[in-house]
C-alpha cells in the first residue's frame, strides 16, 4: 500500500485522533497485511513517533486489513480512569499497563468471531456509555452517533460535533497540500 494512500485513509477516518482531541480511531484498508504494508506502518510510526502518534495492524481479513491509531498517552489517561479499570480488570485485562491492555485487546479481537465491544475503551469513549453498551445494547442510548451515549447526551452532541468539524478541516487542509506530518498535532 502506497504511503500517499494510507495518509490520506488517515485523514479521512482519523482526524480527531491526529489532532489529539480523540484518543484512538479505527479504519480497513483494502491491502492484505503483507510486507508492502507493514513497511509503510514501521515508517510512518517512525516519521510520526515525535508527535506522540502510534499506527497498529489490528485484524486481517482476506484483502482488508483493520487498523488502530493511537495517542499512547491518553490511552494510558483513559485507561486508568477508576471505571474503565475495574470493568476490564473484570474482564480479564491487565490494567496495570495500557501496553499490555491493548495487546491483550489485540489477541481478544484476533481469536473472535465477534468484535469485542470493550473496543470503547479504546477509542476514547465515555466509560459509563461504553459499559452501558455492553450491558444494555444499543436501544437505551440517549444518542447515536460516533459512539452509543447514554449518560450527557449534550456533550456527546458537542464531541460528535468536533470530530464533524476536525474532520472537515483536515480534509479541506490536506486538499490544499498539507501533509500529514503538517496536519498531526505533536502530544
Given at each position: 500500500?502506497?504511503?500517499?494512500?494510507?495518509?490520506?485513509?488517515?485523514?479521512?477516518?482519523?482526524?480527531?485522533?491526529?489532532a489529539g482531541?480523540?484518543?484512538?480511531?479505527?479504519?480497513?484498508?483494502?491491502?492484505?497485511?503483507?510486507?508492502?504494508?507493514?513497511?509503510?506502518?514501521?515508517?510512518?510510526?517512525?516519521?510520526?513517533?515525535?508527535?506522540?502518534?502510534?499506527?497498529?495492524?489490528?485484524?486481517?481479513?482476506?484483502?482488508?486489513?483493520?487498523?488502530?491509531?493511537y495517542r499512547?498517552?491518553?490511552?494510558?489517561?483513559?485507561?486508568?480512569?477508576?471505571?474503565?479499570?475495574?470493568?476490564?480488570?473484570?474482564?480479564?485485562?491487565?490494567?496495570?499497563?495500557?501496553?499490555?491492555?491493548?495487546?491483550?485487546?489485540?489477541?481478544?479481537?484476533?481469536?473472535?468471531?465477534?468484535?469485542?465491544?470493550?473496543?470503547?475503551?479504546?477509542?476514547?469513549?465515555?466509560?459509563?456509555?461504553?459499559?452501558?453498551?455492553?450491558?444494555?445494547?444499543?436501544?437505551?442510548?440517549?444518542?447515536?452517533?460516533?459512539?452509543?451515549?447514554?449518560?450527557?447526551?449534550?456533550?456527546?452532541?458537542?464531541?460528535?460535533?468536533?470530530?464533524?468539524?476536525?474532520?472537515?478541516?483536515?480534509?479541506?487542509?490536506?486538499?490544499?497540500?498539507?501533509?500529514?506530518?503538517?496536519?498531526?498535532?505533536?502530544?
Amino acid at each position: 500500500m502506497a504511503a500517499c494512500r494510507l495518509e490520506e485513509s488517515l485523514i479521512q477516518h482519523s482526524a480527531p485522533s491526529l489532532a489529539g482531541i480523540k484518543t484512538g480511531n479505527l479504519f480497513t484498508v483494502a491491502s492484505r497485511l503483507g510486507q508492502d504494508l507493514k513497511r509503510t506502518i514501521a515508517e510512518f510510526n517512525s516519521k510520526m513517533k515525535h508527535k506522540g502518534i502510534r499506527l497498529l495492524p489490528m485484524r486481517c481479513l482476506g484483502n482488508r486489513t483493520l487498523l488502530y491509531i493511537y495517542r499512547p498517552k491518553l490511552l494510558e489517561q483513559d485507561l486508568k480512569q477508576e471505571s474503565c479499570r475495574c470493568f476490564l480488570c473484570q474482564l480479564g485485562y491487565p490494567v496495570e499497563r495500557s501496553t499490555a491492555c491493548l495487546r491483550e485487546y489485540i489477541s481478544r479481537l484476533t481469536s473472535s468471531r465477534d468484535f469485542p465491544h470493550e473496543i470503547g475503551f479504546f477509542l476514547g469513549y465515555p466509560p459509563d456509555d461504553v459499559i452501558a453498551f455492553m450491558e444494555q445494547g444499543s436501544q437505551k442510548a440517549t444518542y447515536s452517533a460516533t459512539w452509543r451515549a447514554y449518560s450527557n447526551e449534550a456533550e456527546a452532541r458537542k464531541t460528535c460535533q468536533a470530530f464533524k468539524t476536525c474532520k472537515r478541516i483536515y480534509c479541506t487542509n490536506w486538499e490544499k497540500g498539507k501533509s500529514i506530518e503538517q496536519l498531526t498535532v505533536a502530544m
